[in-house]
């Protein structure tokens, strides 16, 4: 299994302002994904992230307003932009492992926003 | 449209006694599934999947069950221990994507 570690654990942030979560692994994974789990709702995939080319993002989530980086094969960052309290959530990272579709999650970073 | 739905948010059951969680799905391209157990502020951790080459699949205390006519599956918990509360979501995917489509969720709390 992947051990998987994400920062910040959780914030209060201000309408308006940017955060950016981090996810780091403890081992190199092809394709690592981005959820969020809305008060009461299901987890929803935001977007897949692969090392070396552009994230996919879902339909509903766009590039601007939840940018991806991801420079290797450990690390992967969400940056959720220009914050509005529906923004309030859980974002969680996930990676893969070897078998089929099993993912492993990270213990999430929860957001609020005012 | 939810694909994946858990109709019951919540579900009670005495320590020693059978806990029983529901799924029903829609797509019938899925054909794989999965069950998380989710303790609060920790991410879901995997606990146990099935093929849909197959209607029945057991792992110590957890058994899950798919019916694929009827696009149900049930995770069976016996018996239902104090630390089996949590939060259960079940998952589904098809062989197109690696995505998992999650449902909302059913909060378990065995009691003494």
């Known amino acids: 299994s992947a051990v998987i570690s994400q920062k910040p654990s959780r914030d209060i942030c201000q309408r308006g302002t940017s955060l950016t979560i981090q996810c780091q692994v403890d081992?190199?994974?092809?394709?690592m994904f981005w959820y969020r789990q809305q008060p009461g709702q299901s987890l929803t995939l935001i977007a897949t992230?692969?090392?070396?080319?552009?994230?996919?993002?879902e339909s509903g989530f766009v590039i601007d307003k939840f940018p991806i980086s991801r420079p290797n094969l450990t690390f992967s960052t969400l940056t959720v932009s220009n914050m509005s309290p529906e923004d309030s959530s859980i974002y969680l990272c996930?990676?893969?492992?070897?078998?089929?579709?099993?993912?492993?999650f990270g213990p999430g970073t929860r957001l609020t926003v005012l | 449209d939810q694909q994946v739905k858990q109709n019951s948010p919540s579900l009670s059951v005495q320590e020693g006694r059978i806990s029983i969680l529901n799924c029903d799905y829609t797509?019938?391209?899925?054909?794989?599934f999965l069950w998380y157990k989710k303790y609060p502020a920790e991410g879901p951790t995997f606990l146990i999947s099935?093929?849909?080459?197959?209607d029945k699949n057991e792992d110590g205390r957890f058994t899950v069950f798919l019916n694929k006519s009827a696009k149900h599956l049930s995770l069976h918990i016996v018996p239902s221990q104090p630390g089996d509360s949590a939060v259960y979501f079940c998952?589904?995917?098809?062989?197109?994507?690696?995505?998992?489509?999650f449902g909302t969720g059913t909060r378990l709390q065995v009691f003494p």
């Open positions: 996930s990676v893969e492992n070897n078998l089929y579709n099993e993912q492993f």
């Open positions: 081992s190199q994974v092809t394709m």
């Open positions: 992230a692969n090392q070396g080319s552009e994230a996919t993002y």
């Open positions: 797509n019938s391209m899925f054909d794989y």
């Open positions: 099935i093929s849909s080459i197959k």
């Open positions: 998952a589904a995917s098809d062989y197109n994507t690696d995505k998992l489509i």
